[in-house]
């Protein structure tokens, strides 16, 4: 049996053996990403560690799964679930500045008075500061809508749910937004699991349990008609 191999690394500290769960969470339509790992601190020997706001990032055998920033961590928890010390850390994916940034402005604006959704998110990412990579493709249908002090992550999910497009930000800050059903057809779209490379978007990562006459642990990949950038 190979042995599947964890490693967090949060603020420069490697944590490889004391991973005892990760549960990944990656949705649509602008929704935040978030990840949560249980790490063995039995000798304490992380005690003081993992402070919030530190860069953190996921893998598992050397694939990178998910990049972003420690969010909490808890150590008041019950230590009988794994029957030893252990500690939470809440992690924030790389879309979490979308619900810092808020902008007020109205579309129809200025030169974009026929305004096309992706312009629209184009213009609201440089109004608000944001530091993600986009290059609107103009191909978007148009869309008229407001902001008012509203975050972009609320704006951005009302304009994709308006005309039935999806987007999400990817672990190497670029915004991707496209038709729904027609992964490709104004960006590209792919789902990639490269060990190191910070452009890999595996989308999900479920926990499940077995009964106790399984004893190894095994991965489930699961597929079917491709309509989104989720199959």
């Known amino acids: 049996m190979v042995a599947t191999t964890i490693i967090a690394v949060i ?8 991973v ?14 978030s990840a949560v790992i249980h790490v063995d601190n039995s000798g304490n020997q992380y ?5 919030a706001g ?5 893998s598992i ?11 909490t961590v808890n150590t008041d928890i019950d230590p009988s679930k794994y029957d030893k010390s252990w500690m939470e850390v809440t992690i924030n994916g790389p879309d979490h500045e979308l619900k810092e940034l808020f902008i007020t402005r109205t579309y129809p604006y200025s030169s974009l008075q026929t305004p096309k959704a992706d312009d629209v998110i ?37 304009i994709a749910s ?3 497009w999806d987007g999400y930000i990817s672990m190497a800050d670029i915004l991707h937004f496209f038709e729904e059903g027609v992964v490709g057809a104004h960006t590209t779209v792919d789902l990639l699991a490269i060990a190191d490379d910070p452009t890999s978007n595996i ?17 489930e990949m699961s597929a079917g008609e491709l309509k989104d950038h989720y199959t």
């Not at 005690?47 to 402070?51: A, E, V």
Request: glycine share 10%.
């Open 203 to 219: 989308l999900n990562f479920i926990e499940g349990e077995e009964d106790a006459d399984t004893v190894k642990n095994y991965i």
């Open 162 to 164: 308006g005309i039935n």
């Open 54 to 58: 530190e860069a953190t990032s996921l």
């Open 20 to 33: 005892i769960f990760m549960d990944i969470s990656m949705r649509n339509k602008f929704q935040l990403s």
């Open 47 to 51: 005690g003081g560690s993992f402070l």
């Open 61 to 71: 055998d050397g694939v990178t799964m998910f990049v972003g920033e420690v969010e």
């Open 122 to 158: 184009s213009d609201a990412l440089t109004l608000a500061g944001a530091t993600y990579t986009y290059a609107s493709p103009s191909a978007a249908p148009e869309y008229n809508t407001s902001f008012n002090r509203s975050f972009l992550t609320d704006g951005f999910k009302k």
């Open 11 to 18: 603020g420069g500290v490697t944590i490889s053996d004391d």
